[in-house]
């Protein structure tokens, strides 16, 4: 359990670099506008995630919520890559 929780630290600390990079990329001068949006954004799934689950716990179970937890990650890359950013866009 030591190694899957360094994995899982590593994956977890290269993601705000990336996406901050990513979203200065694409925030076209105004860096200080993304990041500002990125706190808000990242403020509101902090807070609201658990309650969300919870709700779709009650609905379809808990097992099932839970599931949905890896299936809602993938979207996420999956939206992430289709964004291009303005190097792929030339």
Not at 62 to 73: F, K, N, R
């Amino acid at each position: 359990s030591i190694v899957a929780l360094f994995i899982i630290g590593a994956g977890v600390s290269m993601q705000f670099p990336l996406s901050t990079l990513r979203l200065i990329i694409l925030s076209e001068g105004r860096p200080d506008l993304s990041q500002g949006m990125t706190s808000n954004g990242a403020g509101l799934a902090i807070a609201l995630g658990p309650f969300v689950l919870a709700a779709l716990a009650d609905q379809i179970g808990i097992s099932q919520a839970y599931l949905m937890v890896p299936v809602l990650v993938i979207i996420a890359m999956v939206i992430v890559r289709c964004v291009p950013t303005p190097e792929e866009r030339v």
